[in-house]
Structures are given as C-alpha cells and as structure tokens.
C-alpha cells in the first residue's frame, strides 16, 4: 500500500514540471559538489602535466606549442585565458576541467525533462556522476571533459531532431566545437551524423535532408581552420605518434571499457544491465517515429570504437587508446538512460526493477567517487613539494633514470626551474646535481660511478602512479 501511494506520488511529481525540475535542481546540484570536491590537490599524472606545464608558458608559447601538438587548440588556449585571470594553479585547471561536467549535468538534465519526461532526465543526470570514468576525467587537466561535454550536448540535439524535427543549428555548432576539442569527439558526433543521414535517406525525406546538407556545409566552414592546423599537426607527428599495438584482447577490453570499475562483479553486473535494457527501445510505442533514439546513441559509441581501429588496422599503425573514448560516454549513457526508461516503463514500474536500478546507481557511483577521491588525494605529493620547496635552489639540475620520461616530464610542472641533464652535460649545472632514480635502481645507480659522480641517498617519494628515489651526487674528488 506504502509502495503505490509512493509511486502515485512519483507519478505526479513526474507529470508536473515544477517538481520535477526541482528534483533535477538538487540532483545536479549534489553531482556539482561531488565534482569539485576532487578539485584541491596538486597530484598530477604525465599528461595532466604536460597541459599544465604548456599552459603555464606565455600567450606565444602556448600557441607555439599548441601548434606542435596532435590535439585541436581549445583547452590549452581557453585554460592558459582563464589563468591569466585566476592565476596559475592545479585547483583551478582542475575546476576548468570540472566545469562543462556541471554544465551538462545541468542542461541534460533540463532538456531531457522537456523531451522525455522527468524519469529520463534523472536517470541520466545520476549517470553522469556516477558510472565510470566520469569523475576520474571529468577533473583531469586535459580536454575529455570539454569533449563528453560537446558530445553530450551534441547528442542532445540530435535527440530533438529526431523526437521534434528540430535543434538542427545548436547540433551543427557542438559538433564543430568537439573538433576544436578533441579529433575522437568529432568522430563521435560524426557518427550521430552518420545515423541521421541513413535515417533521413531511408525515410527519403528530402525536405530534411536539404537542412542536412546545408548545416554540413556550414559545419565544414566552420570547421576549416582547425582541420587545417590537424593536418599540419598530424604530418609534422607522423614520424612519431603512435599508441600501443591493438589486439582482438584489447578490443574485447574496449567494448567492455564504459563498465569497469575496481570491482569486476560490479563491472560485469553494469554491463549485462545496460545490454539487457537496450532490447525495451525495439518494444516501446512503435508509433513513435524516435523510439529507437537510445539504440542510435548506444550505437554511435561503438561506431567511435570501429572507427578508430578501423583506421588503425587500414594505416598499419595505432592511433586509438581507450580513452579517446571518454567523449562518447555521455553519448553511450544518455542512450542506456533512455532504455533503462523504457524498459521500466513497459514493466509497468516494476518495484523490483526500479530498486535494482536505484542500488546499481547508488552503489556504482559510490565506488567510482571513492575510487576517484583515492587518486586525487593520493598521499605523497604535499611531502614532495615540500623538499622541493626547501633544497632546491636555481641553479640546480638534475638526472632522471627511469624506462619511460614520466617522472621528467612531471618535473617540468613541479619544479620549473630545475635543469634536467643527460650526463653529457651534467657538468654545465652550477648549483646541486641531483638524481632522480625510478625502478631497479642498483644497475642505474652504477652510472652515476661510471661517469665519476658519488651518489648521496635521500629519500624515497612518491606522487600520483609514480615512485622514485631520490640522490644528492658530488663529483668524484671535490
């Protein structure tokens, strides 16, 4: 009796826009905390900081380099903008990053509530703080969550294209923004194109199609200049940018990549739900000419993901990693959340279902923040700063021994002044040499002897994924 005067007032709340928008309100509000408060720490990986460190040089640097990159121009120049107001910190790029997450959160869920009904709205606004990746990249130093943000928006439109024939113009405009965000992201929007255009053909609907044609065209102009720097950008790093080899495991591994999280029994319950709920989009209102829309945005995902070995597998090299996947993640949830609504609905709001949905929510996104907070808060970078801060001086230089350039290119944002040296010219430092040792450290720790230097143990630190130990060298005999 309690169960169906809640869902009568479920029902109603639902029905009536105020209410519902209110709910939406205090949900988005609460995903909105949970995002920034990842934000105050400075524990950064390799990548968030190379864009930091790129962004912290002048207006013609940031340019300059920005240029010699592979990535469109958006968040390097757009975060090196806002710094100069704000000044220079890993809190506020962190919020920079953070802030198109809040901005979906915000209007998905608005615009959903106006195309589908309260249930959609909020199902996806739950999403969007609480499946996987999102609040991991949605405040990493680097352009995903610009890009999940166009891509979500762009979607969006895409939706009330089909649902009102309308939304063409802001579809067009969010698709040429994703390419100044990220290639991966305009592959993603390109394939809700690709979806449109079968659609439209197959109905033969050639009023349409003349709107499809006419926004394609202006995307294209106003798309020109960055694809003009992206053939620049990618010619000048032929010689060099390549990703890991794909395999049918990593593929396999790809597929299943909007699901994982640290628990693989909630990994594989998530993905059985998705792909169980995807089938109600095929049995709900078959007058409805959208009622395969969740199909279509589940679809370009996995269009994304053939797109990019695709490419790989015809060019003989890798240019795809998981995460330029993340864009289309807000595509992929914005389709599960519009089945997961219709499968409720042709259910007739089952209480069981509708409890197995609220606990897979609730307990999915309350792993992801911990697992999220863990990284950001991660101890050890506030003790390494801290040395830092005290024993380095200018004029100090260092080497750095390790497999793969991480912890340097870490060093470039944590200490800018710091000279890093190949031996060769280690003798060119006038202050303290130092030597950063990561890995088996007896073999390395040889090299400094054979190149006459005494090696002095320090410490051992830590920051972010990263370890290393850390030596004070003296030239042999002074």
């Known amino acids: 009796m309690m169960y169906n005067q809640l869902m009568l007032k479920f029902k109603e709340t639902a029905k009536n826009n105020f209410p519902g928008e209110l709910i939406l309100f ?3 509000v609460f995903g909105s905390i949970l995002y920034i408060s990842l934000i105050f720490n400075d524990n950064l990986w390799v990548d968030e900081a190379f ?6 040089g002048s207006i013609p640097e940031v340019l300059k380099n920005t240029a010699a990159d592979t990535l469109p121009p958006f968040y390097n120049v ?13 809190p506020v790029l962190k919020l920079f990053s953070c802030f198109p997450m809040i901005l979906l959160i915000f209007f998905g869920g608005r615009k959903l509530l106006t195309l589908y009904g309260f249930r959609t709205a909020f199902i996806y606004e739950l999403f969007l703080f609480s499946m996987p990746h999102f609040l991991h990249y949605g405040v990493e130093i680097r352009m995903y969550s610009w890009g999940v943000f166009a891509c979500g928006m762009a979607a969006l439109f895409f939706s009330g294209i089909l649902k009102e024939k309308k939304g063409w113009t802001a579809f067009m405009l969010f698709t040429v923004f994703s390419g100044y965000i990220h290639h991966f992201a305009l592959v993603s929007c390109g394939m809700l194109w690709f979806i449109l255009l079968i659609i439209l053909l197959k ?19 106003l798309y020109l200049p960055c694809m003009i720097l992206t053939v620049f950008q990618l010619k000048a790093a032929s010689s060099y940018f390549a990703m890991a080899p794909l395999t049918f495991g990593s593929f396999l591994s790809d597929i299943r990549f909007p699901y994982v999280t640290n628990i693989t029994p909630l990994s594989v319950l998530l993905f ?9 989009s095929f049995r709900f209102s078959a007058e409805t000419e959208d009622r395969f829309t969740g199909f279509f945005l589940i679809s370009a995902f996995y269009l994304t993901l053939l797109f990019g070995y695709g490419v790989s597998l015809i060019s003989g090299r ?3 990693t998981a995460r330029y996947l993340v864009p289309a993640l807000s595509i992929l949830w914005m389709g599960i959340a519009l089945c997961w609504d219709r499968l409720i609905s042709i259910t007739h709001d089952n209480r069981f279902l509708l409890l197995f949905a609220a606990l897979i929510i609730v307990f999915t996104g309350a792993v992801c923040y911990r697992q999220a907070f863990r990284e950001e808060y991660k101890e050890g970078a506030g003790a390494m700063k801290a040395y830092f801060g005290e024993n380095f001086k200018k004029g100090d230089g260092c080497i750095v021994l390790e497999d793969y350039p991480e912890i340097e290119i870490c060093l470039k944002y944590y200490c800018p002044d710091l000279q890093i040296k190949r031996w060769k010219d ?3 430092v006038t202050g303290t040499l130092w030597l950063f040792l990561n890995g088996n450290s007896k073999p390395k720790l040889e090299k400094a002897g054979k190149h006459g230097y005494n090696a002095e143990y320090i410490s051992d630190f830590s920051f972010d994924r990263y370890s290393f130990s850390l030596y004070r060298l003296e030239k042999e005999g002074s």
């Open 78 to 90: 757009a975060g090196k903008l806002l710094t100069l107001v704000s000044g220079f910190s890993a």
């Open 203 to 221: 109905k033969k609907d050639l009023q349409t199609l003349k709107k499809y044609v006419l926004n394609l065209l202006i995307f294209f102009i």
């Open 318 to 320: 890798s240019f795809f």
């Open 26 to 28: 205090i949900t988005a």
């Open 272 to 280: 059985l739900s998705a792909a169980a709920a995807v089938p109600a």
């Open 51 to 56: 864009t930091a460190s790129l962004i912290r």
């Open 426 to 428: 280690a003798e060119e």
